[in-house]
């Protein structure tokens, strides 16, 4: 679980370097495993930096240079016509398209796994079975009935129709990660909590949250991540451009300046920054949140 | 505090909804959304398929005939194909690659962390965000190869059918060899070192080890990752929508791109909810063999903070 994976990325490499190399093997280096690994960081930071130093170069320079020598003189027009074509607007869409699924998501999770560990009632058990089953439906193959409903709602063309969808689909993987973390919560709090006379709504607040907390950080930024950078559900439920999201708005900005490359790459460069500085930030909350899903 | 007392002491009357207790309302709001967005779209994909709707009109009930279109539409078993082609492609490319850098990481430890913060660039980038850039990247006359005037690399690389889904393969390895070579990493960290000291006294080599010890114990992590590989293959929606938008031709036309032009482009809604009913099948029946192949509940025990 997410913890698990934290400890092991932040203290393993501290706590047991000579065990953990005898055990690969008399100390005689990976010759191929090292290779491959630093070839295929090459191969993973060449494009990288071909579109931040590209993003820099006016469009002459662009045909002219080389593709990989950083710019002469690195101008910022390109990232000035980007936060000119409304990328502000986009951006608050992105926010408030993620923030307004992501809380509710998680917090409704969050009940529904503190419901799911504290009773052994049959019908919560099938409840956690259709989350669980949730798990294996592609959203896309549930586009067009998610259309029609959007559609009769009267929400089309709204923020509020990525929404909706977004906190069903964000459910199933929250719901299976915090009820795991509250199952690791150790009996005898929740006794003592019953014993001083608390009622489940208060444990659930005053118990249960603030020893979870890691897991619904982790669960917020892996379902974050993913409305942030969602484009199916926007390209279907809306429509105009006021609406559009980040990743939908660099779909047409391609469309419209598909000749001016550094721009179309300063457009790239932009709706990542964000998520770039979450990453600088809580690392170490990113990465245990990308591998959590898939420990249990 | 107080506004959960409070609140608290007003549920006694919800909670006889659920008829089990005193939590389970709690799970309620949940349930709600997942039905309503989750269950009934999957099910109602499932009805569509039996009617016919331009997608703004009025929706007819039109018994099988969307059905009896799609399966005699040539375009069908082109893009399981295809869809089939691109899923068994990136798991070989990734698999070997994977297993491979992960080991090796979990090994290194001077390097390794440096290299896992920057390994994660490209799974925090948006497949939209991925496919813009290539598309730039990869272009013939202007892109980064023909830049460098390396012949091999500038290529008419989304111009041609074979090449276009190459690329696929290329930028989906891209995104997901760093992700899966943690999970190995992972993998590799909870093998147990008395394995490999049996081994060393038994005078095996690197090479040996790797092969009798290593793989062997990988074997609930591989099945983990190709999991996440082959079902993921199926949502590479976003990357080859704004990469190729299925072309050139049909070349990288997708099981689920096929049903967003059948559906979104065409408007007909009847026969891309057929396609929609055949790409969650595909899913389930992919996900249950290699639930199957791996054992089952084990996997998910072995699988601890991988």
Do not use: C
């Not at chain 1, 170069?57 to 101008?75: E, G």
């Not at chain 1, 929400?155 to 993987?173: E, K, M, Q, T, V």
């Not at chain 2, 390994?119 to 190869?145: C, E, H, Q, R, T």
């Amino acid at each position: 679980m997410a913890t698990t994976v934290t400890t092991d990325i932040g203290q393993t490499a501290k706590v047991r370097p000579h065990r953990s190399r005898r055990r690969r093997g008399g100390g005689r280096p990976n010759v191929l495993g090292g290779l491959a690994g630093w070839i295929w960081l090459v191969i993973v930071l060449v494009p990288i930096y071909w579109i931040v130093i590209t993003s820099f170069k006016t469009q002459a320079n662009y045909y002219a240079m080389n593709p990989l020598k950083p710019p002469p003189s690195p101008t910022l027009h390109n990232y000035q016509l980007v936060i000119e074509s409304d990328f502000v607007q986009y951006f608050v869409n992105s926010v408030i398209v993620t923030a307004g699924s992501i809380i509710p998501a998680v917090l409704i999770s969050f009940m529904a796994a503190f419901a799911i560990v504290r009773s052994s009632s049959r019908f919560l058990k099938s409840v956690n079975g259709l989350f669980l089953m949730g798990l294996a439906i592609p959203l896309q193959a549930t586009i067009i009935p998610v259309y029609l409903i959007i559609i009769r709602l009267k929400l089309y063309d709204s923020l509020l129709a990525i929404i909706l969808p977004s906190i069903a689909f964000a459910i199933p993987l929250s719901v299976l990660v915090l009820s795991n973390f509250i199952r690791d919560v150790p009996k005898e709090l929740f006794e003592s909590m019953r014993v001083d006379g608390a009622d489940e709504w208060t444990t659930l607040w005053l118990l249960a949250f603030p020893l979870t907390r890691p897991a619904l950080v982790t669960v917020s930024i892996y379902n974050g991540l993913a409305v942030w950078n969602g484009f199916l559900l926007p390209l279907i439920l809306t429509q105009s451009p006021s609406k559009r999201t980040l990743p939908l708005a660099l779909w047409s900005f391609q469309g419209q300046y598909g000749v001016n490359v550094p721009a179309v790459l300063a457009s790239v460069v932009l709706t990542t920054l964000p998520i770039l500085i979450l990453y600088a930030i809580g690392r170490r909350q990113l990465l245990s949140g990308l591998t959590a899903g898939f420990s249990k | 505090m107080t506004t959960a007392v409070q609140r608290a002491s007003r549920t006694p009357g919800t909670s006889r909804v659920g008829g089990t207790g005193s939590v389970t309302w709690m799970a309620l709001p949940a349930l709600v959304f997942f039905i309503a967005f989750g269950v009934v779209p999957l099910f109602g994909v499932l009805g569509l398929s039996f009617t016919q709707w331009d997608g703004i009109g009025e929706i007819h009930p039109a018994g099988f005939d969307s059905w009896q279109k799609v399966l005699a539409d040539p375009g069908l078993p082109h893009a399981l194909q295809v869809t089939f082609l691109v899923m068994f492609l990136s798991w070989v490319v990734q698999t070997p690659a994977s297993i491979l850098i992960g080991t090796f990481l979990a090994g290194q430890h001077r390097y390794r962390a440096v290299l896992a913060v920057l390994y994660f660039i490209p799974l925090l980038l948006s497949s939209a965000a991925i496919a813009v850039a290539y598309k730039a990247l990869l272009d013939p006359n202007f892109g980064l190869g023909a830049g460098l005037n390396v012949g091999f690399l500038s290529q008419d690389w989304l111009g041609r059918d074979k090449l276009a889904l190459a690329a696929v393969i290329f930028i989906v390895s891209w995104q997901f060899i760093p992700f899966h070579s943690l999970i190995y990493q992972g993998g590799v960290r909870q093998i147990p070192r008395t394995m490999y000291e049996a081994a060393e006294i038994d005078g095996a080599g690197r090479v040996r080890k790797f092969w009798s010890i290593t793989l062997p114990q990988l074997k609930y992590t591989i099945v983990a990752s190709s999991t996440l590989m082959v079902v993921g293959s199926l949502t590479f929606f976003d990357l080859i929508f704004v990469l190729t938008a299925g072309g050139p031709g049909d070349a990288t036309r997708v099981l689920a791109l096929e049903m967003y032009k059948t559906g979104f482009q065409a408007n007909l809604m009847g026969p891309a909810s057929a396609i929609a009913v055949i790409l969650v099948l595909v899913g389930l029946a992919l996900a249950l063999l290699l639930r199957r192949i791996g054992g089952g509940g084990a996997a998910d025990s072995q699988l601890e903070g991988a």
